[in-house]
């Protein structure tokens, strides 16, 4: 995939979680409403915080 | 993708079994589906929908999908089965889309479901084996995303509607899904609901007193605001339907005969009116502004004078403006000798008295300021005698544009008495609910209005609370950890609004671009059309020497050749989109295009320009039309690249008017397909 967020005003740093964040939401595309799949929503949103908490370690 | 076939059981008009193939050639890429109004058409367009989504649009609501024939046949507590199958050809593969529905036939006809419905898509592999696909709506939506469907499955009659300004939305929602925005927009959202409250939690648990109460604050405002902009969105929604509904309702009252002088007039009051809200809206900024920049001058009639006088006193003593300049006596002392021929050598008295004259003559910023002062008295005396005729006649004008206001709200009242006094109950019909809608338009832009404001209150609090919240010097280590993942948090939630942005404007100028280069191609007139930063399809025409000029109230045959180009854009470019193997986030698809009646009543040119331009639309194009739409120019334009022909024909034990498409003696109701047409 071609690196969505490049050309964003910003850090590299935040360059590459907004990229590791589009990467985890495109996982979940199938799921059209995730309002319909609370569980799967769950796991989403966890992926997104463990992924902050390994990036963000001091 | 290209559809090899529909096979349809027991839906809609269609009884048994019926199947027509379409053509899957290069160059001969179109099919014609020949019927008459009331044969099929709409039902077949609908069948192709249901089968791929589930979904059908039909005017009337509560419509029975299940074959009224097939159901009053059955017995009481039998099972009908009702499905309809697709076969499409991709990247080399056969594949299958298949939808059933069961239903349990009670008293009379009354019927309902058998268990939910079932999708399969199935495929050919090399071994001639029939392949199921595990999740196949989420695979078939892929192939034909479902919110793109009205770009390719579509009622001709109804695409002008994208000309309209109210279809902006639209437009915007269009532009989201070919580029596969919602995934940033999901990303967006769940930074902001989910992973950002996340992170404000672990904030709160690690600090204390006003830190964790500003935390809370902005948890509570997030979430506030997030309804709000539902709501907004909600309001949005409806707001842009009524629009439609009443551009629909214009139209139709402009078609009839008793009506149309009467509705084009109220349009020319409209714009007239709109014109004078404009006006309206500039007179009362011009007025606001100029109040803010001079209206204090009302207030210093005391101030001016009394500082006038202070400033005319010290003139007459000969203080103000001095007439000897301290460099001038500077001068004298560095010459030593004054303008008498006096020598002022170092130690005399001379010298004494000219040095003692130094320290009475004013400062050089005394000096200007007194310069400025006295400027400004003078503008002051004089502006402040035009500030109220100035202002009394910026409320004359908004006097005269509130009368001429009235006027023309008076006379759009009379139209709408008359058209109410017509013997045409139809358009007496439509006018009531065109009040009515309008009525429900006035009412959302207020409730639009409203909550605008409200979220302007909200932002503004967020703000606050958030500098409360950044305010903390952490004392540990763990509230530190946590602010900085929060804040990292915070940076790409802006990070991922920028992209949002900056994608859909890179997609909506290409889609412009297109739109324009077959627009031109169509119309061949020296007229182009382009999306508008506000994600509105808009027409202008070129006058030598004249800048660009929006064409208003455009001919329904100019907003249906702006509606198609938009739509012909929209298939190449997820085309293009598909071939580009490292695409953003939508893959893309070569999309087939469906459409019903494309030509209605439209004008000769219009019919041969868009004609001649249909085999180009799509790499498939099915088109269903009329014997009095495919006669003449369409035929003409569009026979050398048609692969097949379909009839379709509607059975019945008596027609009105007995033709190749309408036949009498069937023992009951129903429409069949057939290759081939009355050529």
Known sequence: MQDSSDGINTTPLIRHIVAEILKIEMEYQNYQDLSHHKDKEKQLCDSIIQLIEREIKS | ?679
């Open chain 2, 1 to 679: 993708m290209r559809i090899k076939s529909i096979t349809i059981h027991n839906f809609r008009p269609f009884y048994g079994t019926q199947k027509a193939e379409f053509s899957v050639d290069d160059n001969q890429n179109v099919t014609v589906v020949h019927g008459e109004n009331g044969g099929g058409k709409t039902s077949l367009l609908n069948a192709f929908k249901w089968c791929f989504y589930g979904i059908t649009d039909f005017d009337k609501e509560d419509v029975n999908l299940i074959n009224e024939h097939a159901l009053s046949s059955a017995g009481m507590g039998a099972t009908l089965e009702m499905w309809i199958a697709v076969d499409f050809i991709r990247d080399d593969r056969v594949y299958t889309a298949k939808r059933t529905q069961f239903y349990k036939k009670l008293d009379g006809m009354e019927y309902q479901p058998a268990g939910g419905g079932n999708f399969d898509l199935s495929f050919i592999d090399r071994s001639g084996e029939h392949q199921k696909i595990t999740n196949s709506q989420t695979h078939l939506n892929q192939i034909l995303p479902e919110k793109l469907h009205t770009y390719f499955l579509f009622n001709g009659e109804r695409i002008e509607r994208l000309a309209f300004p109210s279809a902006a939305d639209e437009i915007r929602d269009a532009i989201r899904s070919l580029m596969g925005l919602e995934i940033v927009d999901r990303a967006k959202s769940h930074l902001t609901n989910k992973v950002a409250k996340y992170f404000r939690g672990e904030l709160a648990k690690y600090s204390h007193g006003d830190i964790v109460a500003a935390i809370n604050e902005v948890d509570q405002l997030t979430e506030k605001m997030e309804q709000k902009k539902d709501e907004l969105q909600t309001q949005e929604r409806n707001l842009n339907s009524y629009e439609n509904d009443l551009q629909y309702i214009s139209n139709e009252l402009k078609a009839y005969d008793e009506t149309s002088y009467l509705e084009s007039q109220r349009n020319d009051y409209l714009t007239r009116l709109a014109q004078i809200e404009e006006d309206m809206e500039s007179i009362n900024k011009d007025l606001s502004q100029f109040i803010r920049e001079k209206g204090f001058l009302v207030f210093l009639d005391n101030a001016v004078a009394a500082t006038e006088s202070l400033l005319q006193e010290r003139r007459k003593k000969g203080e103000l403006p001095f007439a000897v300049k301290k460099q001038f006596i500077d001068d004298l002392l560095t010459k030593m000798e004054c303008i008498c021929g006096t020598h002022l050598q170092e130690g005399s008295e001379a010298r004494i008295q000219v040095s003692k004259f130094r320290q009475t003559v004013s400062s050089d910023v005394i000096e200007e300021a007194f310069i400025t002062t006295s400027g400004l008295l003078n503008e002051f005396n004089n502006t402040r005698e035009t500030v109220f005729s100035h202002i009394s006649d910026l409320l004359f004008k908004k006097k005269t544009q509130l009368t001429r206001r009235d006027e023309y709200q008076g006379k759009l009242e009379d139209i709408s008495g008359k058209i109410k006094n017509t013997a045409h109950q139809e358009a007496v019909d439509l006018e009531r609910k065109r009040e009515e809608l309008q009525g429900k338009r006035d009412f959302a832009n207020a409730l639009i209005y409203q909550i605008k404001n409200e979220l302007d209150n909200y932002r503004k609090q967020l703000e606050k609370a958030r500098v409360k919240q950044g305010q903390a010097h952490d004392d540990n280590e763990k509230a530190r950890i946590a602010r900085k993942r929060l804040s990292i948090v915070e940076e790409c939630e802006r990070s991922i609004s920028d992209l949002q942005e900056r994608l859909a404007y890179k997609t909506k100028n290409e889609l412009s671009k297109r739109v324009d280069d077959t627009f031109r191609k169509i119309l061949q007139k020296n007229y182009w059309a382009e999306i508008d930063d506000n994600y509105r399809l808009q027409t202008f025409k070129e006058i030598p020497g004249q800048e660009k000029q929006l064409v208003v109230g455009k001919s329904t045959g100019e907003s249906q050749v702006t509606s198609l180009s938009f739509i012909s854009s929209i298939v190449s470019l997820a085309k293009m989109q598909h071939s580009k193997e490292d695409s953003d986030f939508f893959k893309g698809g070569v999309f087939p295009i469906v459409m019903d009646s494309p030509f209605g009543s439209m004008d000769p040119t219009y019919k041969k320009a868009i004609a001649n331009y249909v085999p180009q639309l799509a790499d498939q194009v099915i088109m269903f039309v009329s014997r009095s739409q495919w006669r003449g120019e369409v035929e003409n334009e569009c026979k050398n690249r048609v692969g097949r022909h379909v009839s379709l024909i509607y059975n019945a034990p008596t027609v009105g008017k007995e033709s190749f498409y309408f036949r009498s003696g069937a023992q009951f109701e129903c429409a069949k397909l057939e290759e081939g047409y009355d050529g």
